[in-house]
């Protein structure tokens, strides 16, 4: 355990201590001594972002439920926390036991952000655990990472141990049940790393070498030693109503991104969208049904007393019993005042009944994502959803009260013309227009609309993986072009920082030789790169200077269809000549149909589930 003084004395001067001293409602200590393995959960953002991921709150309850192992989370430390740390030499530790990181077993990791991988590094440093995995000894204790990054982990292959490529909540018992063996047979770290990587889902980079072309692009990648596999394939929870869920969360003290429930109704995605790479890798659907999802609900509110309930997917509207699920949850819940939300609305699905329901309780804002601003365009990208939908979806809110609407968009996508961009502008202003052509008696509340562009990032595993990005200068000509052009008060205009998404386009799409750049970029001082009061992106473009990497190679340049991939030895189910189909169909605007209308042949039921998704 940290020195309590020295710790006491850091809290006094820092602006959000409660982000440190854990003892949270169903928060779970145990007693070190008394346990077999310990197994740190390190989320490499500040608190009030790890608190709101849903597989934090699994992994935590599921390893907690064995007797033999503590699961204690670990966050980064803001800057302010960091420096009163370096000042009383107290290391990186964990908030139930205030255990020094490099103590434990296990550091997990969780990926959900490229931009955060120099707080990987420096919580390591912070921790005075080995960066760079090579030069970890026998004692030291094993560096994973799991989580959507995790399916081009080579950007990080030299700092990681091993990786996890798909669904936790089974290999992560597996892995446990092989270190129980290992502490019992004293054997060596690298044997235990040679049987982890017989594991399915596993991924130990140093049992791999890489050549390279004289291009610079990747020859071959192939194992080192016998027991590791030259693909590897994702794990998949097949059946989500018996697999591990939570009835407990912990509560933080502290208001957090999401301060409510989390009620995941379903994994994957049908609508087979071009641009997106969640609904690839999380192919296929499998669905919670009503019945599990009510008797989660009900432990869930007991156990936290939180009073909105989130149904989570990627796309909760095409949940077939959706209108089931929230009819009963609201009828049973809506005297307490406990309220159900959709995180995002898709404008085809769009459900007036259900949300009629969701309104009882309480109204929030909508927030809907055409992404692009033509119907060109959302053909292209294969969104599968029209003008009309848009015109359909906001009239109806309009006329049930909303006057707050969000509406999501990508700039830089495949084949963009200027009419495209203003097109954004074009849809912003159409929702103006339906609520000012209302009756003046029916308008409630003031009219806010704001449309949010992102940069578009080519991500591994989709139909546009082969596409270079557009530059920065590109960008911001496009999202000036939007600016000048956006003038009514009632329309409100925000943007995401081209060079942040230069660099997330860079470690989303790179090889292994990133990690030095990693490692530069940290030395000279990159931290909470995804934070724009800390982001330096000169120090970055410093760093791929010092360490001779060009980071147009990743960014920018389109790949040829037969290029080795950096990310190619993993297995997500979907044959790469799918994918190769669908940038083609993307070139010619057509639109594939969305999979619960018919198969198209993508691969998943035939590798992963042995029939129908």
């Known amino acids: 355990m940290i020195d309590i003084d020295k710790f006491d004395r850091a809290l006094k001067r820092v602006e959000k201590p409660a982000r440190y001293i854990g003892m949270e409602k169903n928060s779970i200590k145990k007693d070190l001594d008394k346990v077999k393995i ?18 934090l709150h699994i992994l935590y309850n599921l390893l907690n439920n064995e007797e033999d192992i503590a699961c204690e989370r670990v966050f980064a430390p803001w800057i302010d926390m960091e420096e009163q740390m370096i000042e009383e030499e107290l290391p990186l530790f964990t908030l139930e036991n205030k255990e020094p990181i490099k103590y434990f077993d296990f550091i997990g990791f969780t990926l959900q952000y490229e931009m955060s991988y120099t707080n990987i590094i420096n919580m390591l440093y912070l921790g005075d655990v080995q960066i760079l995995s090579k030069n970890r000894k026998e004692t030291d204790p094993f560096v994973i990472a799991g989580g959507p990054c995790a399916y081009n982990p080579e950007p990080i292959a030299d700092i990681i141990d091993f990786f996890v490529i798909g669904d936790g909540e089974e290999v992560i018992l597996e892995i446990m049940n092989k270190y129980r063996k290992f502490t019992e047979s004293n054997s060596s770290r690298l044997n235990f790393l040679k049987e982890v990587s017989k594991i399915e889902g596993v991924y130990v980079p140093q049992f791999y070498r890489i050549d390279y072309k004289e291009d610079d692009t990747i020859d071959k990648m192939n194992p080192i030693v016998e027991e590791a596999s030259k693909v590897i394939k994702k794990r998949m929870v097949i059946n989500l109503d018996k697999s591990y869920y939570p009835d407990r969360l912990v509560v933080p003290y502290i208001e957090t991104v999401h301060d409510r429930i989390p009620l995941e109704i379903f994994r994957g995605c049908t609508r087979g969208c071009r641009f997106c790479q969640a609904g690839m890798i999380y192919r296929p659907v499998r669905e919670k049904s009503v019945n599990t999802l009510l008797n989660m609900a009900d432990e869930l509110i007991k156990n936290t007393g939180y009073d909105d309930i989130s149904l989570t997917s990627l796309s909760s509207c095409d949940y077939s019993e959706l209108q089931s699920l929230v009819l009963q949850l609201i009828s049973k819940y809506e005297k307490e005042q406990v309220g159900v939300s959709l995180p995002s609305l898709r404008l085809d699905s769009f459900s007036l009944d259900v ?42 809110a309009f006329s049930e009260g909303w006057s707050t609407i969000k509406l ?28 000012f052509s209302m009756p003046k008696e029916k308008r409630k509340g003031n009219l806010k609309v704001t449309l949010s562009a992102s940069c578009f990032i080519p991500k591994p595993f989709t139909p546009f993986q082969w596409i ?105 189910g979907i044959n790469k000549e799918y994918l190769i189909e669908e940038f083609k169909k993307a070139t010619e605007e057509e ?15 035939k590798s992963f589930t042995g029939g129908v998704c």
Request: with cysteine; proline share 2%.
């Open 468 to 572: 270079g990005q557009n530059s920065m200068n590109e960008f911001n000509e496009k999202i000036y072009l939007l600016k000048n052009n956006i003038r009514d008060k009632k329309v409100t205009f925000n943007y995401h920082d081209s060079k942040l998404s230069y660099l997330e386009a860079i470690l989303a799409r790179g090889d292994r030789r990133l990690s030095k750049v990693l490692i530069k970029a940290w030395e000279i001082g990159c931290k909470f790169d995804g934070w724009s009061e800390t982001f330096d992106f000169d120090k970055w473009m410093r760093a791929f200077k010092e360490e001779g990497i060009d980071g147009d190679f990743y960014a920018l340049r389109n790949r040829e269809l037969d290029e080795v991939l950096p990310w190619d030895f993993i297995d997500i």
């Open 591 to 605: 639109l594939t149909r969305d999979c619960r209308l018919g198969c198209n042949n993508c691969g998943i039921n």
């Open 38 to 55: 310990k197994f740190a959960f390190a989320f490499p953002d500040i608190y009030e972002v790890g608190m709101s991921h849903l597989g």
């Open 355 to 396: 949300l009629k329901e969701i309104e009882k309780v309480r109204k929030t804002g909508l927030t809907f994502a055409p992404e692009a601003g033509t119907q060109r365009l959302r053909d292209i990208i294969n969104k599968g959803v029209t003008e009309e939908d848009l015109t359909t979806a906001v009239s109806y």
């Open 408 to 435: 999501y968009f990508m700039i830089g996508l495949p084949t963009e013309t200027e009419e495209d961009i203003l097109g954004i502008r074009d849809l912003g202003y159409k929702v103006k227009d339906i609520f």
